[in-house]
């Protein structure tokens, strides 16, 4: 019989393990470490998931970890804030590697960055299996101009389908981008399309490269209002 474990355990060689699945993917592809990354990701989440008192002991850190995140995020990870995302519902391993971004530096926010090194790994893990299992909350914009909607529906479909999915929830992941807010959507598209130091994507780079500001203005509306 296996013994249930609780995050602490489950969690306690998380980075050894990363950093060793990393090394050795070192010949491969970037894609091929990324994809071995966040299947690394993915089991650390499953063990918990899978262990009925390793979910309810990480609902609870979670819960209280997310004391961090409430005036921005919202108590239950929806934002009130037009340029701040939610995180209710996010995909645990797409949320997840964002927060190893910005502990390890590889994305870079003035306030987010601190934030995510004061967490440990375990508080890391509890906080998105917490997101992960909330309702995301979102009032449809009844002023959308349909035909910037038409718009915005063709250029998803023709460039975001793959990864993120015909709801925009996000493929096994990939960012839940549905009904975020939509300053928030512009925002991140252009700052991908004109890549900086701050936070670099290769994959979203090149997608973003072909995008137009209104473009960018169609995409937000649609996914914004996007359910």
């Known amino acids: 019989m296996v013994k249930a474990m609780y995050p602490t355990r489950i969690i306690s060689n998380y980075f050894n393990l990363a950093i060793s699945l990393v090394l050795l993917s070192f010949p491969l592809?970037?894609?091929?470490?990324?994809?071995?990354?966040?299947?690394?990701?993915?089991?650390?989440?499953?063990?918990?998931?899978?262990?009925?008192?390793?979910?309810?002991a990480a609902m609870a850190k979670g819960k209280e970890a997310a004391g961090f995140?409430?005036?921005?995020?919202?108590?239950?990870?929806?934002?009130?804030?037009?340029?701040?995302?939610h995180l209710a519902g996010q995909n645990p391993v797409y949320l997840l590697d964002q927060l190893e971004r910005?502990?390890?530096g590889s994305r870079d926010d003035f306030i987010m960055s601190p934030l995510a090194k004061k967490l440990t790994p375990d508080d890391k893990v509890a906080l998105v299996v917490y997101y992960a299992n909330q309702r995301?909350?979102?009032?449809?914009?009844?002023?959308?101009?349909?035909?910037?909607?038409?718009?915005?529906q063709e250029i998803f479909e023709k460039n975001c389908i793959s990864c993120h999915g015909d709801d925009g929830r996000g493929k096994e992941g990939y960012a839940y981008i549905a009904a975020l807010p939509e300053k928030y959507i512009a925002g991140t598209l252009t700052r991908f399309r004109e890549p900086n130091s701050h936070r670099i994507n290769v994959l979203m780079a090149a997608?973003?490269?072909?995008?137009?500001?209104?473009?960018i203005d169609a995409l937000a509306a649609y996914l914004s209002n996007l359910r």
């Open 29 to 56: 592809t970037a894609a091929c470490a990324d994809e071995a990354l966040a299947k690394v990701l993915q089991d650390r989440i499953d063990q918990v998931k899978q262990d009925p008192k390793a979910m309810k």
């Open 69 to 85: 995140c409430v005036l921005c995020h919202g108590e239950t990870g929806n934002s009130s804030k037009a340029e701040v995302p």
């Open 102 to 104: 910005f502990t390890d």
């Open 136 to 152: 995301r909350l979102a009032n449809v914009a009844s002023n959308a101009d349909p035909a910037l909607l038409v718009r915005g």
């Open 207 to 215: 997608a973003a490269s072909t995008l137009s500001n209104e473009d």
